[in-house]
């Protein structure tokens, strides 16, 4: 195997050259990594994902070396393009970490996308990395130069340059190879592969990034972006921006008494709670994954959710409640941050939102509460680990935090593991207010979850599932009522969406609504009956719990009079669909196409519509164009 013996040096040197730059780093920005206390977790991290950057750039001459020594033209060859490539990618390696620290100071951030944008500008870019660290850019730059130098002529030397290796073993040592660089890059054996989420550990974004290195940084930041611009291509129409903002705040029922920045910020406002508290109360919102009201019987699905049909006599019950979309990380950017719907992609895995991007945790916490996400699965899914840590939550509980679980299946811990551990977080928080998001699992494909604790449905393994939720969430919410914080805690059972979310032209409508019910002991007990939305819990919710405060969401305060069994409205996104909806009527967006006006008829039935109504249309297309306005003004910010 000596063809691959200076190929392998060379990785534990990148390796190497990563540690000591994350060890500087962590010197030079050490007031931030000490009340972190994670030095172990940042080092112990960097090693994988050094892995993963070493793999990735040095893939190409572990796949090759053997074939480029079956021939001595391709040897050759080799020995003139090898000592280039790697002399070019140290080069370029090596520059990336020499401008970090620089970087850091400037932007709070490991270079990312930013860094290659900034490189059209090459004097300027140059000028202030050298200003800001003159003498570590200029250390490491040399030091960068000389290796890459030294390293082309040691890879010229190579002892084993001028031996022919069988072509039959380059065919054989090829899948191996291939299995094993694949296996370095994804560097997990979970369902997603391992992202900057895995190396959030602190509320400090930047301290955050340390376990990275800067060239994964910016190869992972182009990768999204890329993901990004695709979906930035897709228009619905056009209207003034200034139009689109005075629908939406009119909509949303924000006068230019309330707005607080109309320039910068023009939805940021103060909301006044409706219902006056001599002290904010606790919240917990409990996010039930893929629970639409397909399966609600009180909602006319089918008959398996009891204990969650038992809550609409002493609840605030929603009707007509509808998601915003059909995956996870959608609803939870409605549910905490109230944004809307795009066919961009969503607030919580976009690389431009990761840190200052309101949340309803970041409100929380500014206010003197304790903000958690217990989650029964790996809390980096979708990125979500990052996203929290940067925006408002100080604790994430993820499957890793089990001890003995009572079951364990393919996404996490059961709901009852789920629950048991949410109720001992919780009751122990004493006097202390809080939020927590718990997000449950045992919903989810393959439908896995402890034997003996529901019968089987006559459906099949997904509503089975979904009683045993059910039967979960009964437990919890039992343990709830005789608990202490019981008297002093709002709880909102929501789903993130709806399973199986197919079905009519355009988008499906009648499988984006969900089941909703806010309870607690000073909850006055209501129907909601008029359409409504995810986007509407954060500023409902902020009334409930007595708390006055500022923010830039435009969901409706469902206390309000106005709005409380009036005419509602619902937006939702059906891959590169979007819907609106209002009492009767319905807007369908597709890209590049015109809108197509129904009419919403019994059961979200979409049927012809003869007389379009242009107010609807127009409303329909500020929402649409709203949530890409904020984006591209940052102004969804506290």
Known sequence: MGVYRRPAILALWFIAAFAVSRLILSVIFWDRVAPTDGLGFIFAQGIRFDLITVAAVL????????????????????????????????????????????????????????????????????????????????????????LAWWVARWMRRDPFAQRRVSPWFALAALPLVALLMFALIRSTTAHRPVNPSNAAFSQDSMVNQLPLNSPYSVLYAIEERRGEAANERIRYGQMEDSEVLEVVLREAGISAADQLD????????????????????????????????????????????????SLQDDSIWFERLYA???????????????????????????????????????????????????????????NMRRFFLNNGFQEVVD????????????????????????????????????????????????????????????????????????????????QARNSDYWENTVFMIVADHNAK?????????????????????????????????????????????GVDSVHPAIGRDLTRPEYFNGAGRAQMQFHYNQAWIEEGRAVIFRPDLEPVSLRLGDNDQLLEDQNPDPDVLRRALAHALWGPLMIRMQAYRL
């Open 59 to 146: 893939g190409p001459v572990f796949l090759l070396r053997p074939f480029l020594h079956t021939a001595q033209v391709l040897r050759r060859v080799s020995n003139v393009l090898r000592p280039v490539y790697l002399g070019a990618v140290i080069a370029a390696v090596f520059f990336v970490e020499a401008s970090t620290a620089s970087f850091i100071e400037q932007f709070d951030s490991r270079p990312n996308f930013l860094f290659v944008e900034y490189l059209q500008y090459p004097r300027e870019v140059f000028s202030t990395v050298i200003a800001s660290k003159p003498v570590e850019f200029t250390v490491f730059s040399l030091a960068a130069l000389g």
């Open 501 to 545: 979310t197919f079905g009519e032209k355009y988008v499906p409508v009648r499988k984006f609504r969900i089941p909703g019910a806010i309870i607690g002991p000073t909850i006055e007990p209501r129907r909601i009956s008029g359409i409504s939305s995810q986007i509407d819990i954060v500023p409902t919710l902020l009334s409930l719990i």
């Open 262 to 309: 109309p320039e910068n910020r023009p939805t940021l406002h103060r909301q006044t709670a409706t219902v006056r508290r001599d002290e904010p109360l606790n919240l917990v919102i409990v996010l039930l994954e893929s629970q639409g009201a397909t399966y609600v019987g009180s909602l006319g699905g089918k008959d398996l959710t009891p204990n969650l049909d």
């Open 399 to 478: 499957r890793h935090d089990y001890e003995n679980p009572v079951f364990e299946g393919s996404w996490g811990v059961s709901d009852e593991d789920l629950y048991a551990l949410a109720h001992e977080k919780l009751s122990g928080r004493g006097d202390e207010p809080f939020f927590s998001l718990i997000f449950t699992t045992s919903h989810h494909e393959p439908f896995e979850y402890p034997p003996g604790r529901v019968t089987d449905s006559e459906y099949g393994p997904r509503e089975s599932s979904i009683k045993y939720a059910d039967y979960a969430l009964g437990q919890f919410l039992e």
């Open 324 to 382: 915003t979309g059909i995956r996870s990380a959608r609803g939870i950017e409605a549910v905490i941050t109230g944004f809307t719907p795009s066919p961009r992609t969503n607030a919580v895995k976009r690389s431009d939102t990761q840190t200052g991007f309101f949340t309803l945790p970041a409100l929380l916490s500014e206010k003197g509460y304790h903000t958690s996400f217990i989650y029964g699965g790996e809390s980096h899914f979708d």
